[in-house]
């Protein structure tokens, strides 16, 4: 029997960026892209398998920062690695404090990607 493979939930506002992150991973990973936190939060809601949720922080209408605080809320040990274009220190605090397990600044490299996955999957 074939090991299943896990679901990874990419929510970002931007459509490269989410098409580019689906290219980096979707040999290797489920994929499911979203490009809101609202749509984000109904969608985890609705498929309680997904494993691992990459967002950026930088939204309209509802911030990753606020979509974080919500998912953890409803499943504290879901990984959320937040993806960001701001190197703000005091960003990747907060998003740590609220339970992000990782921070990517944009633009990334595909194997920064793949490990940071990776390393929250195992």
Do not use: C, W
């Amino acid at each position: 029997m074939s090991k299943k493979v896990p679901k990874v939930l990419i929510v970002d506002d931007e459509e490269g960026i989410r098409e580019s992150l689906k290219l980096i991973l979707g040999d290797h990973y489920d994929i499911i892209l979203t490009d809101s936190g609202e749509q984000a939060l109904r969608v985890l809601e609705a498929d309680p398998s997904i494993a691992l949720v990459l967002m950026d922080i930088k939204m309209p209408k509802v911030d990753g920062l606020d979509v974080l605080k919500a998912m953890k809320a409803k499943r504290p040990n879901l990984n959320v690695v937040m993806v960001t274009g701001y190197k703000a220190v005091e960003t990747a605090g907060e998003a740590a404090r609220l339970g992000a397990s990782g921070y990517i600044i944009k633009p990334f490299k595909s194997d920064e990607i793949l490990n940071t996955v990776k390393r929250n999957l195992a």
